[in-house]
């Protein structure tokens, strides 16, 4: 059973330009859950979302950040007219229910 | 909302000993789930260990065991024997059972390092 899988590992994008996220749960897994981890610091929610639908986004930023998980297909966290300070590593975790969460390996973005 | 606090930025222990990481936490909630996450140098979030509020006896896995106080909203985490693998950082965080939304919530982290 393979893990939660995020791509790419590293992004690297230069201020102003769009940067995508994706992420696979795991087989069976309907929940999906964005956090974001600066350097030296702890990981922060995002967002929280089941197919098709939001739940939660209470710590998305208001303006330029955007996230869905569609019926078929990945999970996606988009970042429009990137600034230096959205360089970070995004971890995307999901979970079949509730509780456990299980994290994929983290989206490196690195603006320049 | 919750807090979760680790006052321990950064510890060293001797390889084959043990350690204790301090987490607290604030809450009103009754109903919630603790863990401790471990994230080496590769990045990758690992679960170390889990444990709900409603259960007293600590939760333990292998070398790894929790020291539960719901009282003092107290979370400690400690390792036995230590292993040079151990060296990571590691993230206490919260998480409340039910109400639509179940994020977690961690604490700014504690750097371990293993000495051999």
């Known amino acids: 059973n393979a893990g939660v899988m995020q791509n790419p590992r590293h992004l690297v994008r230069r201020r102003g330009q769009e940067a995508r996220l994706r992420c696979s749960p795991m087989?069976?897994?309907?929940?999906v859950y964005w956090y974001r981890q600066l350097p030296e610091e702890g990981l922060k929610f995002m967002v929280y979302l089941q197919k098709e639908n939001i739940i939660d986004e209470s710590g998305m930023p208001k303006e330029r950040f955007s996230a869905e998980f569609p019926k078929e297909g990945p999970s996606i966290l988009r970042i429009q007219q990137v600034v230096r300070g959205d360089s970070a590593a995004y971890f995307c975790?999901?979970?079949?229910?509730?509780?456990?969460?299980?994290f994929g390996p983290g989206t490196r973005l690195t603006v320049l | 909302a919750q807090t979760v606090t680790q006052s321990q930025p950064e510890m060293s222990v001797q390889e084959a000993e043990t350690v204790t990481l301090s987490c607290t936490y604030d809450?009103?909630?009754?109903?919630?789930?603790l863990f401790w996450y471990k994230q080496p140098p590769s990045r990758q979030m690992i679960l170390v260990i889990r444990q709900e509020a409603y259960k007293q006896q600590n939760a333990t896995e292998n070398r790894f065991s929790v020291n539960f106080q719901k009282a003092a909203k107290s979370f400690s985490l400690k390792i036995s024997d230590s292993q040079l693998g151990d060296t990571a950082m590691y993230f206490c965080a919260f998480m409340k059972h039910g109400g639509g939304s179940e994020k977690l919530v961690f604490g700014k982290g504690t750097k371990l390092t293993v000495n051999p």
């Open positions: 975790a999901s979970s079949p229910a509730y509780n456990e969460q299980f």
């Open positions: 087989k069976g897994h309907s929940h």
């Open positions: 809450t009103s909630e009754n109903n919630y789930y």
